[in-house]
């Protein structure tokens, strides 16, 4: 649970079990009504490999007294394989337009020596 940015694993390819990405959008009164498609992708930081791209269509609703619309959705990230430690990047598209990144590192970590110290 919680926020991050950061994944460190001892072994590549690295599995890591299970992540959600909250992606929270505003709707001017010029988009009521209207239809887009959401995607999110998650690439690495040469842009070589794609390991999610996923999209769903969001319907715009109808706002009251000429306000924005929030929107929030969640996309649910399950048995994703990292081949290699770098920088990989989130990608928030609206029709195909990049409305936000956020980074995210993946790390090789040291295991622990039989001892318990770290090796």
């Known amino acids: ?44 930081e040469d842009g070589t490999l794609t390991l999610v791209d996923g999209s769903e269509t969001i319907e715009i609703p109808e706002g009251g007294g000429g306000r924005r619309v929030e929107l929030a959705r969640i996309f649910r990230l399950r048995d994703l394989v990292f081949p290699s430690p770098g920088d990989y990047q989130i990608s928030v598209l609206v029709d195909n337009d990049e409305e936000g990144t956020l980074p995210l590192i993946v790390s090789r970590i040291e295991g622990e020596s039989r001892d318990g110290a770290a090796g």
């Open 1 to 44: 649970m919680g926020v991050f940015s950061n994944i460190g694993s001892e072994n590549f390819p690295a599995r890591h079990p299970e992540m959600h990405v909250v992606v929270s959008l505003a709707a001017s009164p010029a988009e009521y009504g209207t239809t887009r498609v959401l995607r999110l992708k998650l690439i690495n």
